[in-house]
């Protein structure tokens, strides 16, 4: 299974996974209509590309009083049916991230959240630093072992 990773120390704040999203799923540039923020706190510059993290116990899944959503059993991805939608934005509060939103259409607003794009996410593709990935849950794992112990060894040194 492919997991979603974020390297914040690598976002340098372009916003380019932004725009790929919102040009991938609504044929503008438009950062108000993508499925990733870029957050920053810049008295310390720390950046944060926020997502739907696909979490194995959705709580916008559970918070869906309508079943408008459901995980694709494929790419683990939260997926909504539209149609069954009732505008209640139950997943909206639900959302531990903050990452489902609201997307004004023509007459209405629908819910927006990431859906990985069919297991080959754009933001991803758009990453020039890198600090968006979509790898195997073990290689990913891996790297951040690594990680960890290179850690520990400046500790150390």
Known sequence: MKVYMIDFNKCSVCHLCELACSYKHHNVFSPELSNIKVEAIEDIAFNVPIKCMQCEEAYCIKACVAGALYK???????????????????????????????????????????????????????????????????????????????????KVN
């Open 72 to 154: 694709d059993h494929k790419t683990g991805a939260v997926l909504i049916d539209i149609d069954r939608c009732i505008g209640c934005k139950a997943c909206v509060m639900a959302c531990p991230f903050g990452a489902v939103s609201l997307v004004k259409k023509i007459n209405k607003l629908e819910i927006s959240i990431c859906d990985l794009c069919s297991g080959d996410p754009e933001c991803v593709k758009v990453c020039r630093n890198g600090a968006i990935s979509y790898e195997e849950e073990s290689k990913a794992n891996k790297q951040k072992r690594k990680n960890t112990l290179n850690r520990l060894l400046d």
